[in-house]
Nanobody, 121 residues
Framework: EVQLVESGGGSVQVGGSLRLSCVASGDTISRYCMGWFRQIPDKEREGVAAIDSDGSTTYADSVSGRFTISKDNAKNTLYLKMHSLKPEDTAIYYC????????????????WGQGTQVTVS
């Protein structure tokens, strides 16, 4: 079983930047599809970005060009660099993992972190 712990959230001004981290334990993430999701109260969880075991990435249109997903297999850590932040980026951000490749929907992911709050104002 994989455990995921996010960090790096906080409050930032419009136009600012943050880097989220997600440290995994229990297995090596090199064999997993990893994703970042976000959710605000009373809204459905939204996929932000995903990275496959081969390093290929995908982004939601709303963050493309502003966010970058990456991973460090040696550190077993997933990252999300966020630039040019907007108020609509405010949400709880979750990292998720599933063994294999190609997962894009939240229902496809097996393991979830507890989330980290990002507030842009």
């Amino acid at each position: 079983e994989v455990q995921l712990v996010e960090s790096g959230g906080g409050s930032v001004q419009v136009g600012g930047s943050l880097r989220l981290s997600c440290v995994a334990s229990g297995d090596t993430i090199s064999r997993y599809c990893m994703g970042w999701f976000r959710q605000i109260p009373d809204k459905e969880r939204e996929g932000v970005a995903a990275i496959d075991s081969d390093g290929s990435t995908t982004y939601a249109d709303s963050v493309s060009g502003r966010f970058t997903i990456s991973k460090d297999n040696a550190k077993n850590t997933l990252y999300l660099k966020m630039h040019s932040l907007k108020p609509e980026d405010t949400a709880i951000y979750y990292c998720a993992a599933v063994y294999g490749i190609g997962a894009r929907l939240d229902t496809e992911y097996t393991y979830w972190g507890q989330g980290t709050q990002v507030t842009v104002s």
